[in-house]
């Protein structure tokens, strides 16, 4: 008995991820409680973004001009690239402040099973820029889980011809956290990576 | 140095209750990664509740057509209206099955700190409903919180000299419950309202 417009958008809000039902009918009652102006500007930022973002053709990232604002900045440091997995890895690593070099994007983690080989990951991309003679190091920021440490392997191989220094980001307690707390893995990672002081 | 139509989009997506920068940034993410066709008909979903949607002259919920499919359906009891605080209570009345009277939505509820009275309540339009002489029962069905209570007293107060049955939903234990974990005012609800059984 809910009316038609109200259950579209309720299952229309369904299909982001982390939303159910409830949740969506929330959003939709507070979208009706509001302004018309409130809802027509969410719906043309939805488009929007649609429109007119792209990847950026040499490293991958979202952007509206190709090549992006990382790619055309003069000030970055131009020997360095950082290999992420999503564009969104890319923002977590910006907002360190810590990183002045280049980007490149994957679009993803080697995972055979589902088909994803290094033909569907831009690796080739990456292989013909460091090619190039400019970079002097490459820096592996995929996850910490499976795909992302088979695909970080198999960057680091690809890269040992090319004679060009590879390092993975460091593993270990997150800062704030417990060593009780810790699981296993993470803290033998850490034992393992252990520096000098 | 997030590219401008995803940070909008982010903004956009931040307005939501319980929606946060972090979670805001999922969404987009999610609506980036979907066919462009996905992002226009949510937008159209958005506007489309906005436009499409009003409230029913008669009983005040959430309508296409007015009045309301509950207000012109003959097959319901035109002697009892259950009167709720909001559009999203009469959905979650309906969804237990038991209900097959009419309706009354207030828009709120009193709350004379916030400058809400009787007038901005739909309060008015309720007496005049029950003047009409057709109806037999209130249910009231607001909220069991300060400013629902009140609204129930007032709407009781108001109903006596119209001759009508004034009800008011049961609070107790929730189903499936625990009388241990239950909160004292609820277990002592519970004790007050017991029945013969």
Redesign the interface.
């Known amino acids: ?6 259950q ?2 309720i ?3 369904c ?5 159910g039902p409830k ?1 969506a ?8 409680s ?1 302004p ?1 102006k ?16 792209r990847f950026c053709t040499l490293c991958g990232s ?3 001009a190709d090549p992006c ?2 790619c055309t900045d003069s000030r970055r440091d131009r020997h360095t690239i950082c290999v992420v997995q ?3 890895d890319l ?1 977590a690593m ?1 907002r360190t402040g810590q990183y002045r070099g280049l980007y490149h994007v994957l679009h993803g983690a080697l995972s055979p099973l589902d088909g994803v080989g290094p033909e569907e990951l831009r690796i080739p991309d990456l292989a013909k820029r460091i090619s190039e003679g400019q970079v002097k190091e490459i820096i592996i920021a995929t996850n910490p889980n499976v795909e992302g440490e088979a695909t970080a392997a198999y960057i680091a191989r690809l890269c040992k011809p090319l004679k060009v220094k590879v390092t993975r980001i460091a593993f270990g307690l997150p800062v704030g956290g417990d060593l009780e707390y810790a699981d296993d893995l993470t803290l033998g990672r850490a034992l393992e990576g252990r520096q000098d002081m």
């Open positions: 008995m809910i009316p038609q417009p109200l579209q958008l299952e229309e809000l299909r982001f991820p982390g939303v949740t009918q929330r959003m939709a009652f507070f979208i009706l509001r018309r409130e809802a027509v500007s969410l719906a043309r930022a939805l488009v929007g973004a649609k429109d007119n973002l979202l952007t509206e604002a990382y999503e564009a969104r923002f910006e």
